[in-house]
């Protein structure tokens, strides 16, 4: 079992709709979550990071989280074409003394005109 | 400008001819990591440092080597490359490792730009 799993996709959605992607990780122990966008050949850039459970918004960002079904979730509000990138679940839980930041595989958005 | 620098940003070579992939940072960042990725693979942590002399093995670290002599500069050294090494290598940085940067996110990792790296 994967320690942090995202749907590989490609997500596709109309631009303006709301795009949700899904994580679920393994370490019950995770504590700190990150989502990450990254276009294809460039490096990941940070979108958001949650420590607790609830809802954390930032513009038309919001990422949620619930520790006791161990899921994240990343919505994305009036998508646009240039959001069309694969985004980066990643968690940080107690395997490796609490150092250890594991990526899932990234979920592919694709935002249609 | 805060940021993660990372040479060369492509290079072919051939099997055993040694390199080194260097990665410097200005954010004066404890942490540091090197990462690669494979299509369908996704991010894997080849080694990573908690700070100066502190270097420690992720889950690839098979066939690389690293060094944290300065608390700024973390190359990754390939001393005798193979083909199943060609693959996009990230370095990446933070204030704080792991849990230990807890609410404040001094554990996001800033990464570098990439280095493709082919081996023939």
């Known amino acids: 079992q994967k320690e942090v799993e995202q749907n590989s996709g490609p997500l596709s959605v109309p631009e303006g709709a709301i795009a949700s992607l899904n994580c679920t990780y393994s370490?019950?122990?995770?504590?700190?979550f990150f989502w990450y966008r990254q276009y294809s050949g460039k490096s990941p850039e940070l979108i958001m990071f949650?420590?607790?459970?609830g809802d954390k918004e930032d513009g038309r960002f919001t990422a949620q989280l619930n520790k006791a079904s161990q899921y994240v979730s990343l919505l994305i509000r009036d998508s646009q074409p240039s959001d069309s990138a694969t985004y980066l679940c990643?968690?940080?839980?107690?395997?490796?003394?609490?150092?250890?930041?594991?990526f899932g595989t990234g979920t592919q958005l694709k935002v249609e005109l | 400008e805060a940021q993660v620098t990372q040479n060369p940003r492509y290079l072919i070579t051939v099997t055993g001819k040694k390199l080194t992939v260097t990665c410097s940072q200005n954010?004066?960042?404890?942490?540091m990591s090197w990462y690669r990725q494979d299509p369908g693979l996704g991010l894997r942590q080849i080694y990573y440092s908690m700070n100066v002399e502190v270097t420690d093995k992720g889950d690839v670290p098979e066939g690389y080597k690293v060094s944290r002599k300065e608390k700024r500069n973390f190359p990754l050294i390939l001393e005798s490359p193979s083909p199943n090494q060609t693959s996009l290598y990230f370095c990446?940085?933070?204030?704080?490792?792991?849990?230990?940067?807890?609410?404040?996110?001094?554990?996001?990792?800033?990464f570098g730009a990439g280095s493709r790296l082919t081996v023939l």
């Open positions: 990446a940085s933070s204030f704080r490792p792991g849990l230990a940067g807890g609410i404040t996110g001094a554990n996001v990792l800033t």
């Open positions: 954010m004066n960042h404890e942490y």
């Open positions: 370490d019950r122990g995770s504590q700190s």
């Open positions: 990643a968690a940080i839980g107690i395997t490796g003394g609490g150092n250890k930041l594991t």
């Open positions: 949650i420590y607790s459970n």
